[in-house]
């Protein structure tokens, strides 16, 4: 089962004992659900998403059966693959999310490499985005006398990288 989160709104302001965000969840693809957090220490929570259509005689939203399907099976699958079910699903994936925007925040301004396991980051100087996206940063960079061969260049890499291979390294684990 594929799940993604996907347009997260996120208040840092509102979030006390928990993230307060909220962002639309998808099933292998499909937008089913919506996830939401007030940020007070309460639960996480995943719903049907209602996606427009209302009940002719009384107004009221109507969800598609086959998305409350998808939503209850989602929360029994989450129940089974992670400790904390749901919960911990949604907010592993808001985390990632929200590690992927602050590394996309840190490249705009340095450059970003990894060393001995931990991220580095220098100052670009006159370096400009369009000599990062051609290599000629990383050349310089590596033309260095502090540079080692084992570092590795990050400015240029993809989210599924990011989080594959760097994402403990820049949470400092």
Known sequence: MKV?????????????????????????GRHVGR???????????????WKGKRDPETNYPVCEDKDKKVVKDLHKWAKKHHQFGIEELIEGLLYDELYWRDFQKLKR???VYLQDGKIWSATKGSLTSEHIKSGKAEEV????SWWKDSNVFLN??????????????????
Do not use: M, W
Request: glycine fraction near 8%; charge should be neutral.
């Open 4 to 28: 993604e989160l996907k347009s997260i709104q996120y208040c840092e302001a509102l979030s006390q004992e928990t993230p307060a965000f909220s962002g639309k969840v998808y099933v292998n």
């Open 35 to 49: 996830a939401e957090n007030a940020g007070h220490g309460g639960p996480t929570d995943v719903r049907v998403a």
């Open 109 to 111: 301004s340095k450059l």
């Open 141 to 144: 960079l590596k033309s260095a």
């Open 156 to 173: 240029n890499i993809t989210r599924a990288e990011f989080l594959e291979k760097y994402l403990t390294a820049y949470k400092g684990e």
